[in-house]
């Protein structure tokens, strides 16, 4: 069972995209004690500060639009005023959430720092409050999460690419994020790939095409086949690389592209165009 806790989740005004943040996670005694040092200093100055600061930067971690349950609500949020704006507008609501952790946490050192001719049995409260948080954030030992094996398909591990792929080519790999940049970081980087990004959100020359939210859910959409000539011909898309066995709609998906697949290292290579 999870302990109870605070979660600051990102709530953007962009699209849904695959994966999770838990940067605002902020435990139940941690906002406990926290709350308790700033109402009794609620008098002093420093601490309005500090709570103002945190309070801010929870509300930016918010985003632009509330997003209830992976849905986008009409509910605009105040980062809707500057998420327009240049250099901000790159910015990634989610991590505002770090500028939370730091004024709670100064918070937290006023509170165990205790005050002058306070009650002893308040001071212990406090410390107790704050082992309880230092234990919600214990790892799970024995969780699967902490022993993941990493390894390339033979495709790449072995060298086998260079018989099937050549440098000028664009390679749309299956899974489209995530393992597959590893694969072409430990091959060298032979060719270019037509999907691959380092962070989140998806830029809007990838989102737009119903073919990679289909690439990153698994989800085909009606018109899938019509999308994804699309999307190939968007990306210069050359070949097809598809890790065999991986869940989800790839044959019939890669199906419609009209060619028949090599099975090889692991792989499914379909070449969409010859070699130079």
């Known amino acids: 069972m999870l302990p109870p806790r605070l979660v600051f989740a990102q709530l953007h005004s962009g699209p849904p995209y695959v994966g999770s943040n838990l940067e605002g996670y902020l435990s139940l005694p941690l906002v406990l004690l926290a709350a308790d040092v700033a109402w009794r200093r609620r008098h002093s100055r420093t601490t309005l500060l500090i709570v103002i600061s945190a309070l801010a ?134 060719f270019a790939l037509s999907t691959g990004y380092a962070g989140n959100p998806f830029p809007a020359s990838y989102t737009r095409y119903p073919t990679f939210e289909t690439l990153l859910t698994g989800r085909l959409t009606a018109d899938y086949a019509l999308q994804l000539k699309r999307f190939v011909a968007a990306k210069h898309v050359t070949a097809v690389v598809v890790q065999d066995g991986l869940p989800g709609p790839w044959r019939t998906l890669f199906s419609t592209l009209g060619v028949r697949p090599v099975s090889t290292g692991g792989v499914l290579v379909y070449r969409l165009a010859q070699q130079p």
């Open 57 to 190: 930067a929870a509300l930016a971690s918010l985003g632009g639009r509330l997003i209830v349950g992976g849905h986008h609500t009409s509910i605009w949020l105040p980062w809707r005023l500057f998420e327009h704006l240049p250099v901000l507008r790159y910015a990634i609501p989610v991590r505002f959430a770090l500028f939370v952790i730091l004024p709670v946490a100064l918070l937290v050192a006023i509170g165990l720092g205790g005050a002058p001719g306070e009650a002893r049995w308040r001071g212990v409260g406090r410390w107790l409050l704050a082992a309880a948080a230092i234990v919600m954030i214990a790892p799970s030992v024995g969780n699967a999460a902490w022993n993941i094996s990493v390894s390339d398909p033979p495709f790449f591990a072995h060298g086998t690419y260079t018989r099937y792929l050549h440098a000028s080519d664009h390679v749309l790999t299956v899974p489209a994020w995530g393992p597959n940049e590893r694969w072409i970081a430990d091959a060298g980087f032979p």
